[in-house]
């Protein structure tokens, strides 16, 4: 895919990560709209939006369906770490809206201009907590999970459209999207957390050559084609820094 003078929408673009990938597309020659609560520091296009409520997503939509986008990246996210009885109600709908709802509702509005001019791509940040279900992560791997279901069934239903359907799961990055709870748990897990630049570079390659599906980070990788096929070997793998992990929440 050329990315010189390609369109390309971003939700959580402001971010840490956001900003990372939208400047080294910006650097490609495409020109960036950012969807976020706030705005980027770069001067993209930028439209505010709140993708934790319908109408927030609603609005992002109608902004989106009339901003003939050549590819939507859907990256925005939202996280907890921590027993699942502790999630406060309001925070689970938060959750499942902006991970799962707000790509769906989004991709919606960009598809019918894609299907048109038979060329587009949509671009789905998951998580490897999409295919490798955490304890502790309960909401953030189901709603995750739902996005990978999402993408695989959608790019089916594009196939011999022209719009590519790509599924990123990036393991955890060292950004601000975690939380200390998030660092502590790594602390005690041994959890490895990526370079945001690295995990940035990972990502755009995988928008460039409109990859179906990517999951960045090893063993991490191997992990889930084992999930899938053995899941009693990965509870067992993970049962340690699992037992650890509750051990801590227990503490706190």
Known sequence: MRTEGQRIAITGGSGDLGQRIAQRLARSG???IVLDRVPPASGAHYIACDLASASGIEQAAVSLAGADCDV????????YCGP?????????????????LAPIRLTQAVLPAMRARSDGQIVNIGSILGSISFAHFATYSSSKAGLRGFSDALRRELAGSGVAVTHISPRAVRTAFNSERVQALA??????????DRTAERIVRAVVARRSNVEIGFPEAIYVR????????????????DRRAAQLFAEG
């Not at 990246?73 to 996280?79: H, P, R, S």
């Not at 699942?84 to 799962?100: D, S």
Request: charged letters at 15%; hydrophobic letters at 50%; aromatic letters at 4%.
């Open 226 to 241: 084992l999930n899938a096929l053995f899941p009693a070997l990965v509870d067992r793998a993970l049962a340690p820094g």
């Open 84 to 100: 699942v009885q502790g999630e406060a109600p309001e925070h689970l709908a938060r959750t499942f809206a902006v991970n799962l």
């Open 30 to 32: 495409a020109e960036i």
């Open 187 to 196: 602390r005690a897990t041994s959890m490895t957390m990526d370079d945001p």
């Open 72 to 79: 939507l990246i859907n990256l925005a996210g939202v996280q």
